[in-house]
């Protein structure tokens, strides 16, 4: 990647499940999965099927590393626990690599704690290998909207979110915000900031209403970009309303009252294949224009 100190990678766009067909090339097929780095640090978004793909560029990376990024402490941050963006996970290269140490922070998801999710989906019943097997080093962190993330040159921290702000000299921070659109047990939104004042707003599985969600219109006020949830068309909407997904007219929206430079439509549906993905894109910047169709492999540099 690039030599600017905070930066976005997209490797998966996906949502539900990788396509089944060969219609879908030009957009990407792999579920929902992102990288951030910011100053020295790795930070990832969900694991979807495109974990693999990052995992694979993280490993040649650190083939040919230069010392200015931290490949041996990753930090993972997830929306929520469903399958789809947690599938990758087993198959991620860096898993089984013994001096990879792994920052796991999610919030929990219903009753449930990421760790446990995790120990169930590699347990000897679904995958040959389990999680305790792993030769790499995984320390678990709860989070929640009234907490903050935050990186600083020799590490991260998190702090409850009133004394957060008394910090500084922090490198980037992560803050979230729950949305209960999605079931069962609903989604976590991330903003993911720089030091300088650049933000990245990520929305996946949420279900726009009339009005838009003001919570998320005022999360995502003036960021440089706004991914959003777009999986289906208004036609789709209505047979599939209360699934926890919007359309591209909502993610529009909420684009247009929060005032964010840059929106990305995100989650395409499996069965949605680059013709209609890009007829989309289209009707969407009649409401939207700097939207965008999210894109595996799509950089952003600031």
Same mark, same amino acid.
């Given at each position: 990647m690039s030599?600017?100190?905070?930066?976005? /990678?997209? =490797?998966?766009?996906?949502?539900?499940?990788?396509?089944?067909?060969? +219609?879908?090339?030009?957009y990407g097929v792999n579920t929902t999965c992102?990288? %951030?780095?910011?100053?020295?640090?790795?930070?990832?978004?969900?694991?979807?099927?495109?974990?693999?793909?990052?995992?694979?560029?993280? %490993?040649?990376? *650190?083939?040919? !590393?230069?010392?200015?990024?931290?490949?041996?402490?990753?930090h993972f941050f997830f929306s929520h626990l469903h399958i789809d963006h947690l599938m990758g996970f087993p198959y991620f290269l860096l898993n089984y690599?013994?001096?990879?140490?792994?920052? *796991?922070?999610?919030?929990?998801?219903?009753?449930?704690?990421?760790?446990?999710?995790?120990? %169930?989906? *590699?347990?000897? !019943?679904?995958?040959? @290998?389990?999680? +305790?097997?792993?030769?790499?080093?995984?320390?678990?962190?709860?989070?929640?909207e009234n907490m903050v993330a935050l990186f600083f040159d020799h590490g991260f921290e998190i702090h409850p979110a009133s004394e957060a702000a008394k910090i500084k000299n922090w490198q980037g921070k992560v803050s979230c915000l729950r949305n209960y659109t999605h079931p069962k047990g609903g989604a976590y939104i991330y903003k993911v900031e720089s030091h300088n004042g /650049?933000? @990245?707003?990520? !929305?996946?599985?949420?279900?726009?209403? @009339?009005? +838009?969600?003001?919570?998320? @219109?005022?999360?995502?006020?003036?960021?440089?970009?706004l991914i959003h949830d777009a999986q289906?068309?208004?036609?789709?909407?209505?047979?599939?309303?209360?699934?926890?997904?919007?359309? =591209?007219?909502?993610?529009? !929206?909420?684009?247009?009252?929060?005032?964010?430079?840059?929106?990305?439509l995100t989650h395409h549906d499996p069965k949605h294949g680059d013709e209609l993905l890009a007829q989309l894109e289209a009707k969407a910047r009649e409401i939207f224009p700097q939207t965008h169709v999210a894109t595996e492999f799509m950089e952003f540099a600031f």
């Open positions: 030599d600017h100190l905070f930066r976005l /990678k997209i =490797y998966g766009v996906r949502g539900s499940y990788p396509p089944t067909t060969d +219609n879908g090339h030009t992102l990288r %951030f780095d910011i100053e020295k640090h790795v930070v990832i978004f969900d694991a979807g099927t495109g974990i693999i793909n990052l995992g694979n560029d993280l %490993f040649q990376e *650190m083939r040919q !590393a230069d010392g200015k990024q931290n490949y041996k402490k990753l690599i013994p001096d990879i140490e792994m920052h *796991m922070i999610s919030p929990r998801i219903l009753t449930y704690s990421l760790e446990q999710v995790l120990e %169930f989906l *590699m347990s000897p !019943a679904l995958f040959p @290998v389990t999680l +305790n097997e792993l030769p790499s080093r995984r320390t678990f962190y709860d989070f929640s /650049k933000k @990245v707003v990520f !929305a996946t599985d949420v279900e726009g209403f @009339v009005g +838009n969600d003001q919570r998320l @219109v005022n999360f995502a006020r003036d960021a440089d970009i289906y068309t208004l036609e789709e909407y209505a047979m599939f309303q209360g699934f926890g997904h919007s359309t =591209y007219e909502m993610a529009c !929206a909420v684009a247009k009252e929060a005032g964010v430079k840059k929106l990305l």
